[in-house]
């Protein structure tokens, strides 16, 4: 007995001394930086040090110099700033690395007949018969913004069906040899939550799919020439690094594609976390099937989560598929669609949150918005989940009496900066001036006390977020058009728009305890950036990079030297 508490407390004795020598050596040490920790107990600081896959300690450089030990590497950032590990808070992200090169990227096009001697040239180089894809094109960057048509298409690839999409994904722009291949014709109807629009004059289907109605022809597009997914998920993650992310919220995806990143990070394969967010149209089998699955947090060391389902409820602006409370400004005959009704929106919810998941719910016209907030509001009614981070995603157009609801339910607002700097040349003609005061209205949103969330929604071209930390801080384009901004009453703070990168998007995936933010004790993701983004002019936001990507600890990005 005695003995046994002499050894004991020896024990205790040595272990108390060897345990703060072996917990407080890092491995890595980052010095000389400008550090902005998005931690308001220590906003700024110059030093960190990394231990494993933790911040061990954020302060000066001296007090961390002190955690060095033999094999400690130091790195002199000479001044450089660091900021988290950036996380694209919507992003569809299986396909923002994939297909490149074998698609036609017409993001650049600026006219109907530029995208004709695009698909013209690819027809002259496909075999007979094989399909001609693209992507990307828009007519708000058209020189004349109106609907092109099948056939300018059919004279330019008369022996190749051809799909083009565009719009942000809203709309799709088919020749008469795909709509033939997905047995459309004037006879077909419009499927629910989507349009065929027709000529006219004869009431034939001129090519532009709206919303829903582009999956008839999405379908019969082969996928025999696509790379597995596992392929396309590695090139998005390396692209997404070289750009400072360390995650991204996977808005929309499939249970595919949550398995293909549960194998990858089983693998080891995986430097990166997704939050994935698998896509339903109905309260039916499918949504039955994710949620049996059952919520995903914290796997592979928080590199994977699953704990929401995405639901469009409406279509997108561009394409005047969102779904308005009055006629658009510019199209008096009609109104947008709703593209899952309220009872299904409602059951949705319901049962995803008796599972213990939430939901993202797309919303871009007032009408969308406040059907979603309506149907977010019924359901915690019936089902109170005080922490239910359930979210908006894009919130565009809100009557500004919805707008304090979003605070009120506790519900995220999603928003991709970018969306307005691209819908600022049009997004008046389309809703007019009187409901752009509850539009892209992130400030108001702010002050009501609203939790927000930074995305991207977009492909490779435009994914930066430098390019979407500047939009949010300037409502500019690249050029600095319009002076002083686009409704400039809106704005963010660059800090804002950091933290809505940050964490922001960690709280959304529930993980700020671990991730978002420079903090010791969190998971040692950040960035090093080419410029202090909170002081360069704006202009030098766009022209940031990242130099070093760090995630879990491992430097997994290093900008190479030119
Ligand atoms: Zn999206």
């Not at 469009?312 to 669609?337: C, F, K, Q, T, W």
């Not at 002050?447 to 930390?469: K, M, Q």
Request: proline fraction near 5%; glycine fraction near 10%; aromatic fraction near 6%.
């Amino acid at each position: 007995m005695k003995f046994t508490r002499i050894a004991g407390f020896v024990l205790l004795v040595l272990f108390a001394a060897a345990a703060p020598v072996r917990a407080q050596t890092a491995d890595i040490i980052l010095v000389n930086g400008n550090v902005i920790t998005v931690d308001e107990r220590k906003p700024r600081a110059e030093a960190v040090a990394i231990q494993g896959e933790r911040i061990l300690a954020v302060g000066a450089n001296a007090e961390i110099r002190r955690l060095a030990g033999e094999r400690t590497r130091v790195m002199d950032l000479a001044g450089k700033t660091v900021v988290p590990g950036l996380v694209d808070g919507h992003l569809h992200f299986v396909g923002l690395g994939s297909d490149r090169g074998t698609a036609l990227d017409l993001g650049d096009a600026r006219s109907e007949a530029e995208v004709a001697a695009m698909v013209r040239r690819a027809a002259s180089r496909a075999q007979p018969g094989e399909w001609i894809t693209g992507g990307d094109w828009h007519t708000g960057n058209w020189e004349r913004e109106v609907w092109p048509t099948r056939a300018s298409l059919d004279a330019a690839a008369p022996n190749h069906p051809v799909l083009l999409s565009g719009m942000h994904g809203h709309a799709s722009w088919a020749n008469s040899k795909a709509l033939e291949a997905a047995g459309i014709t004037r006879a077909t109807p419009d499927p629910p939550g989507g349009k065929i629009l027709r000529d006219e004059k004869t009431g034939e289907p001129n090519g532009i799919l709206i919303e829903n109605a582009q999956a008839l022809v999405r379908s019969r597009v082969p996928d025999s020439a696509r790379q597995p997914l596992e392929e396309r998920i590695k090139r998005s993650v390396q692209l997404a690094l070289s750009y400072g992310f360390t995650g991204a919220h996977d808005i929309g995806t499939s249970l595919a594609a949550v398995d293909a990143y549960k194998k990858l990070i089983d693998a080891g394969e995986f430097p990166f976390r997704i939050n994935a967010v698998p896509r339903v149209w109905n309260a039916g089998a499918q949504l039955d099937e994710i949620l049996k699955r059952g919520v995903i947090a914290g796997y592979g060391g928080n590199r994977l989560t699953m704990r929401g389902v995405k639901l469009s409820i409406d279509g997108a602006l561009g394409a005047r598929g969102a779904a308005l409370m009055r006629p658009y400004s510019d199209e008096p005959h009609n109104i947008g669609v709703i593209r899952v009704p309220y009872d299904q929106i409602y059951f949705i919810l319901e049962k995803s949150l008796r599972a213990g998941f939430n939901a993202a719910l797309h919303a871009i016209g007032d009408r969308g918005n406040q059907m979603s907030l309506d149907a977010v509001e019924e359901a915690l009614r019936a089902n109170p989940v005080a922490d239910h981070r359930i979210r908006v995603e894009h919130a565009q157009i809100v009557r500004p009496d919805d707008l304090p609801r979003f605070a009120q339910s506790d519900i995220i607002a999603s928003f991709q900066w970018i969306h307005c700097t691209l819908d600022m040349p049009w997004a008046e003609k389309r809703v007019g001036a009187e409901r752009l005061r509850g539009g892209y209205a992130w400030r108001t949103l702010l002050n009501h006390g609203t939790r927000i969330l930074g995305g991207s929604d977009e492909g490779a071209r435009t994914f930066s977020p430098f390019l979407g930390i500047y939009a949010a801080v300037t409502r500019q384009d690249s050029s600095g058009a319009p002076a002083g901004g686009w409704y400039p009453e809106q704005k963010l703070t660059r800090l804002e728009a950091l933290r809505s990168y940050t964490l922001d998007a960690a709280y959304a995936s529930f993980e700020e305890a671990v991730l978002g933010s420079i903090t010791p004790g969190k998971y040692a993701d950040l960035v090093v950036l080419s410029k202090d983004i909170l002081t360069v002019p704006a202009a030098e936001i766009l022209e940031t990079q990242a130099l070093m990507t760090m995630v879990g600890g491992k430097i997994v990005y290093e900008r190479p030297a030119r």
